[in-house]
């Protein structure tokens, strides 16, 4: 892929001030720059003392755009004693945010290994006091999810198992770890008939947990909740005295 432009760099050797702009790739080899207090120094000072240097080929207009201001930024040529750029580029926003291109955020990614594990993280060897870890177990009990919340956990989950495979290696580890640990006379139920169907004791046990706010209780699958009581199961822990 071949550039479309640079971010430049043009000094005064009179003054050493100092100017960033950018520019697309064209015939033009002696380009030092446009920006207005730029023209006025090189009428006063001649063209002949201003020295350009490339600092990064770009390859996007959206390049230019970012890496421009990055560079003014950086070498704080927007301050008139400093240099005679008038602005900080073409914008200032989070849309040309340096982090949001490619090399940018793999260096970020690079950077932070190892920085925040072990000893390094800033929590290493910090412990709540027993007085607020009560206090956040009491301000959890009671609570659910709403509906529209545990559907969007469930799409979320779902997206992230999506395409997702055990590693073939290790799905071979499981497979000879358990391989006729139950099969035939291993399997702690075998040749007992009485298990299938209602002999199960397992049969008809489906349930689901349902609570009065204060109460938990089991109610089959299919039945009816009772008035006053509610779906769902009300976490109770006991404090540590």
Known sequence: MKPIGYIYLTTCLVNSKIYIGKHEISKDKKY??????LKRAVKKYG????KRKVLRLCYSLHELRVWEHVYIVKYKSYIRSIGYNIAKG?????????????????KMRKSRIG?????????FGRQRPEETKTKIR???IGLKHSEEARKKMSQNSAKYWLNKK?????????????????????????????????????????FKWINNGKNNKRLS????????WNDGYIQKRKTKL
């Open 90 to 106: 073409d914008v200032n926003t989070s849309e040309y945010n340096p982090a949001k291109l490619p090399e940018v955020r793999e």
């Open 115 to 123: 920085r925040f594990s072990g000893e390094n993280h800033w929590n």
């Open 32 to 37: 030092i720059g446009s920006g207005t207090l």
């Open 221 to 228: 699958l299919n039945s009816e909740i009772p008035i006053g």
């Open 47 to 50: 063209k002949k003392n201003f």
């Open 138 to 140: 009491n301000s959890h």
């Open 166 to 206: 055990m590693p073939e290696e290790a799905r071979k580890k499981m497979s000879l770890a358990k391989k006729g640990e139950y099969l035939g006379s291993n399997n702690p139920n075998f040749g007992n008939k009485k298990l299938s169907g209602k002999n199960n004791p397992m049969y008809g046990t489906r």
